[in-house]
């Protein structure tokens, strides 16, 4: 079992930077990628970024450049910068593990124009 927590959401102005934090807790060791995904009420989820183990990236083309996803496997980071009001939905951690995954509650990104 592996418990996620995330942290660092909150409201910012267009052009604005946050960085969100998600920690892993419980059979860590069984981690082998972190991502973020992010999701807009009656929207579908939408994979963000993710960090494997041995610390390869990858990126949703259309963030490159903005969004950084950084840390350690079972302390990721998702740097955020240059923000726009598209931007804003629930933003949560996955832990991709040896036989199946799991999911943060999520933290709320909001955006202004």
């Known amino acids: 079992q592996v418990q996620l927590v995330e942290s660092g959401g909150g409201l910012v102005q267009a052009g604005g930077s946050l960085r969100l934090s998600c920690a892993a807790s419980?059979?860590?060791?069984?981690?082998?990628?972190m991502a973020w995904y992010r999701q807009a009420p009656g929207k579908e989820r939408e994979f963000v970024a993710r960090?494997?183990?041995?610390?390869r990236t990858d990126y949703l083309d259309s963030l490159k450049g903005r969004f950084t996803i950084s840390g350690s496997i079972d302390h990721v980071y998702l740097q955020m910068n240059s923000l726009e009001p598209e931007d804003t939905d629930v933003y949560y951690c996955?832990?991709?593990?040896?036989?199946?995954?799991?999911w943060g509650q999520g933290t709320q990104v909001t955006v202004s124009s």
């Open positions: 996955n832990a991709f593990a040896t036989a199946q995954e799991f």
């Open positions: 960090m494997t183990r041995d610390g």
């Open positions: 419980g059979r860590v060791f069984s981690i082998y990628a």
